[in-house]
Nanobody, 127 residues
Framework: HVQLVESGGGSVQSGGSLSLSCAAS?????????MAWFRQASGKEREGVAA???????LYADSVKGRFTLSQDNAKNTVSLQMSSLKPEDTATYYCAADSDVIIPPSLALESGRWNYWGQGTQVTVS
């Protein structure tokens, strides 16, 4: 199955920017996979941040709309999350996820339970 590796986390001051990248071990586009970013703050449940699917949609959680941008480079099998205007409440471990677009309809794309393939996570700290 596809393996995912996140990179790009770190510490930044409030109002700053960070870019996260997720590299897949194979072509998610050719396999018809959707990709997404989730995050989990300490003591809280994992929540959807943004999702992109080759079938034609990109979704964002309301909390990040206008601040985060999700993009996909099919040639490099990567998906990136550009984060700007970061707030302390964005502090969390960020996880990349992938799964078939057959089981990820837009209405459920930000529900973590639908996704089966996960990266190990990368920490983002905003102070």
């Amino acid at each position: 199955h596809v393996q995912l590796v996140e990179s790009g986390g770190g510490s930044v001051q409030s109002g700053g920017s960070l870019s996260l990248s997720c590299a897949a071990s194979e072509s998610t586009y050719d396999r018809g996979y959707c990709m997404a970013w989730f995050r989990q703050a300490s003591g809280k449940e994992r929540e959807g941040v943004a999702a992109i699917c080759g079938s034609g949609y990109t979704l964002y959680a309301d909390s990040v709309k206008g601040r985060f941008t999700l993009s996909q480079d099919n040639a490099k099998n990567t998906v990136s999350l550009q984060m700007s205007s970061l707030k302390p409440e964005d502090t969390a471990t960020y996880y990349c996820a992938a799964d078939s677009d057959v089981i990820i309809p837009p209405s459920l794309a930000l529900e973590s339970g639908r996704w089966n393939y996960w990266g190990q996570g990368t920490q983002v700290t905003v102070s």
